[in-house]
């Protein structure tokens, strides 16, 4: 009797749980501009789901209970309902993907840019080389790096420049931006003069993808929100389900407590330490080994370049021409609905991709915000975004050729190449650490304003040289070699 009772309990308790909520996509045209601020009805934060999925011009896609559209209705909002429905894969794939419930063709999976490339390398086998620079957290796939010049296949004592994309990987469009550059440079070296002189002076790295793990969620379909690695962080075997994993963006080990969440359920998950995710470590060994001049880490979206940085309201020992450089790639790139330009601000001075990159190894790296008001384009939006941002990689690249400090620095007995510090006491304040040479060369590409500077060079077991009116001219890369002297 007991057990019939407990079974019939068992039943009744199913039978009077509510049927599962129907939840409605709503879209809403013609949205004022202030009920889009942060204060407004339809702000789209770019981070949480749960309400305004998108707010593309003045178009907003949202997610809403009955309740909440019988209210819009009478607010006199003309809204139009896409979906309803008790499936809530089913009602993201819809706002993000569109019709289809799929990512549209035009933008590229992991697969389809490793053989784009490879076909690339095929047809112009001096001009692009891959590299393996490491391995994603969880399914151990390969990220690649490509370097691109007009001998590919060798490193080469010149400035490098690197472009990422999807350290976020519901953030799509940087992926494509990198992708499009590949072709662009290799297509044009000999027939497009700025890709040829570019090519020739210069070694372009690029990383379409940074997050492998999580691209392949959201471009395979399984889940278009998807941000972070696949961390399995509270280590059930289970992987894949919103929001686990860590955000690549906010593992980079400089004052990484500052920045993101200790919580692993938040969308800003840090990790439990720095660099404690495969992907960061590629990209840290990647970095430090090649010391470029500029990076670009593609995100989306804002329309605005994040550069390094606001520390306390404090900025950057270079903040003169990191601004100049990230206020002249702005300039360059279009915004969307053709009102002007992207923006500059300054980023604080934590556990993202550009705080470590400029605070630890003086590479000058900029967030570029690309697109407004998603992460997943629609495919119409994407040729247009893609193109206004290779406008800002042509800014950038105008910057690769100083002026600046072409420091070398080699043993004197030897001719070995060094790696010494390179310190600028004047501008380098105790906010950075240490620059220095690369161990290939002994060389450091040091942008700086033309005019004199007192420049210290350092390394153990050799006597320091120190200069106190190095010259750096108007223009072009000042040559500096220095033969340092054994103690
Ligand atoms: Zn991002």
């Keep these: 009797m007991r057990r019939v009772t407990a079974l019939v309990l068992a039943l009744g308790g199913g039978a009077a749980a509510e049927p599962p909520a129907r939840t409605l996509l709503l879209e809403i045209p013609n949205v004022p501009a202030a009920e889009q601020t942060s204060t407004g009805r339809f702000y789209y934060d770019g981070y949480s789901f749960e309400r305004v999925i998108r707010m ?20 006199g909002y003309p809204l139009r309902v896409v979906l309803e ?22 933008y590229h999976r992991y697969d389809q840019i490793t053989a784009l490339a490879a076909a690339l390398a095929v047809a112009h086998p001096q001009l692009i080389s891959r590299l393996q620079i490491g391995e994603t957290q969880h399914h151990r796939r390969p990220i690649y790096a490509y370097r691109v010049s007009n001998r590919a296949a060798v490193r080469q004592d ?14 799509l469009l940087g992926t494509e931006i990198v992708v499009a550059l590949m072709g662009k440079l290799v297509n044009g070296y000999g027939r497009d003069a700025e890709v040829t002189r570019w090519l020739d002076t210069l070694e372009i790295y690029l990383v379409p993808v940074v997050n492998v793990d999580g691209h392949d969620m959201v471009t395979s379909g399984r889940d278009p929100r998807w941000r972070k690695n696949l961390r399995d962080v509270n280590g059930d075997g289970v992987v894949g389900q919103f929001h686990e994993g860590v955000n690549l963006n906010r593992n980079y080990d400089f004052n990484w407590i500052m920045g993101g969440s200790p919580d692993p359920a938040k969308i800003g998950y840090r990790g439990s330490y720095p660099f404690s995710e495969s992907e960061n470590r590629a990209m840290r060994d990647f970095a430090a080994d090649n010391l470029f001049v500029l990076s670009v880490s593609y995100h989306s979206s804002g329309e605005v370049i994040f550069y390094p940085w606001s520390w306390g309201g404090m900025a950057a020992p270079d903040d003169a021409i990191i601004k100049r450089i990230a206020g002249e790639i702005a300039a360059s790139i279009p915004r969307t609905d053709g009102t002007g330009r992207y923006d500059i601000a300054p980023g604080g001075a934590s556990s993202q991709s550009y705080a470590w990159l400029y605070g630890h190894l003086g590479i000058i790296d900029l967030i570029i915000e690309t697109g407004k008001g998603a992460h997943v384009f629609p495919p119409e939006e994407v040729p247009g975004i893609v193109a206004a941002n290779l406008q800002g990689v042509s800014a950038l690249l105008g910057h690769t050729n100083g002026p600046g400090l072409a420091v070398k620095v080699t043993d004197a007995a030897t001719g070995a190449p060094l790696v010494a510090q390179v310190w600028l006491p004047q501008i380098e304040n105790e906010t950075v650490d240490r620059r220095t040479t690369d161990a ?3 060389r450091r590409w040091r942008l700086l304003e033309p005019g004199s500077h007192y420049v210290i060079i350092s390394c153990p077991g050799y006597r320091t040289v120190v200069l106190p009116k190095a010259e750096v001219g108007p223009a072009g890369w000042t040559p500096l070699e220095i033969r340092l002297e054994r103690e």
Aim: glycine share 6%; hydrophobic share 40%.
């Design 56 to 75: 593309l011009r003045d178009t907003a896609v949202i997610r809403a209970t009955p309740a909440e559209m019988a209210e819009l209705k009478q607010a």
């Design 85 to 106: 429905t008790t499936d809530e894969m089913r009602l993201y794939r819809r706002a993000i993907y569109g019709p289809a419930l799929q990512l549209s063709p035009v």
């Design 440 to 442: 290939e060369f002994g």
């Design 158 to 171: 010149r400035p490098r420049v690197m472009f990422n994309g999807a350290h976020h990987s519901d953030e």
